[in-house]
Nanobody
Framework: QVQLVESGGGLVQAGGSLRLSCAASGSISRINVMGWYRQAAGKQRELVATITSGGRTNYADPVKGRFDISRDNAKNTVYLQMNSLKSEDTGVYYC????????????WGQGTQVTVGS
């Protein structure tokens, strides 16, 4: 069983910055993909950014140039540095871990609220 615990959400003014962290624990494959997704009120969950265990990153167009995803493989932790925040970045941010150990696994954290005031 794998657990993902997020931290770092909160309230920030537009133009400000926040850093999210997600620590994974349990039986984790060395090869995996960790990432962040978000869900605004009344909308579907959407991709924010992902990073492979090898360091390859992928960003959604709305956050390119403003957000930076990184990870510490030794700690099984992924980070999301969010800069130049906009009101449209408001939502619940979910950490995600995808890996294959014989079977495909897809784990989610409980979510952390990010609110950007205008």
């Amino acid at each position: 069983q794998v657990q993902l615990v997020e931290s770092g959400g909160g309230l920030v003014q537009a133009g400000g910055s926040l850093r999210l962290s997600c620590a994974a624990s349990g039986s984790i494959s060395r090869i995996n993909v960790m990432g962040w997704y978000r869900q605004a009120a009344g909308k579907q969950r959407e991709l924010v950014a992902t990073i492979t265990s090898g360091g390859r990153t992928n960003y959604a167009d709305p956050v390119k140039g403003r957000f930076d995803i990184s990870r510490d493989n030794a700690k099984n932790t992924v980070y999301l540095q969010m800069n130049s925040l906009k009101s449209e970045d408001t939502g619940v941010y979910y950490c995600n871990l995808k890996m294959t150990i014989g079977t495909y696994f897809d784990y989610w954290g409980q979510g952390t609220q990010v609110t950007v005031g205008s």
